[in-house]
């Protein structure tokens, strides 16, 4: 079945300590994104990758990190997490930046 | 800045009834338009994609269309059904010039009454 998966789906932790946000396809997809989604503020854009070795930063990178060393995979990181992280993340892929864009599950993040 | 503006935030109608959602943009130099569904606690469900040089586009019981001219797409809704209950996103998406972002709306929740 053609996915986007998320791990962990669910995620409680403390400020300051370092925890990776994994995000996996399986449709061979050249585009990768990861988003926020707060209430009243809707969807935001974290980084995009474009293709393997390709990242850039979106709207709201501050205090996060990406890699694509594989085509499949686009972890997120959160180096040192804040409280004012606490969000609803979302993973995305799409074959490329301009067709249509398939969305993981999403990971409830909570910074105590 | 490109900004998405989806209106009505919140939408409730009877079984049964064809509906409209609106969704408008502020700079119509866009590749294409994309609307979601997304229901509560899960994740966004792809519905049509619209590429700019296309009028609209029609899946089943919906149909978007675009009025890039305008900064304008509306996505139609027939017959619609308790199970269309959800939050409705529409989404945009800029140029190379703009690094090819995608800017959203913030969605109209929908709710069909049986």
């Known amino acids: 079945e053609a996915q986007v998966t998320q791990n962990p789906r669910y995620l409680i932790t403390v400020t300051g300590k370092k925890l990776t946000v994994t995000c996996s396809q399986n449709?061979?997809?050249?585009?990768m994104s990861w988003y926020r989604q707060d209430p009243g503020l809707g969807l935001r854009q974290i980084y995009y990758?474009?293709?393997?070795?390709?990242?850039d930063k979106g709207d709201v990178p501050e205090g996060y990190k990406v890699s694509r060393k594989e085509k499949r995979n686009f972890p997120l990181i959160l180096e040192s997490p804040s409280p004012n992280q606490t969000s609803l993340y979302f993973c995305?892929?799409?074959?490329?930046?301009?067709?249509?864009?398939?969305f993981g599950p999403g990971t409830r993040l909570t910074v105590l | 800045k490109q900004e998405v503006t989806q209106i009505p935030a919140a939408l409730s109608v009877p079984e049964g009834e064809n509906l409209v959602l609106n969704c408008s943009f502020t700079?119509?130099?866009?590749?294409?338009l994309q609307w979601f569904r997304q229901d509560p606690g899960k994740g966004l469900t792809s519905l049509l994609l619209?590429?700019?040089?296309?009028r609209e586009q029609t899946s089943g019981r919906l149909n978007a269309s675009l009025d890039k001219s305008s900064g304008r797409s509306t996505l139609y809704i027939a017959a619609s059904q308790p199970g269309d209950s959800a939050t409705y996103l529409c989404?945009?998406?800029?140029?190379?010039?703009?690094?090819?972002?995608?800017?959203f709306g913030k969605g109209t929740l929908l709710t069909v009454n049986p």
């Open positions: 989404a945009v998406r800029a140029g190379g010039g703009s690094n090819y972002k995608l800017t």
């Open positions: 619209i590429q700019s040089s296309q």
């Open positions: 700079d119509s130099a866009i590749y294409n």
């Open positions: 449709m061979n997809h050249e585009y």
């Open positions: 995305a892929s799409s074959s490329t930046v301009y067709n249509e864009q398939f």
């Open positions: 990758s474009m293709n393997v070795e390709v990242t």
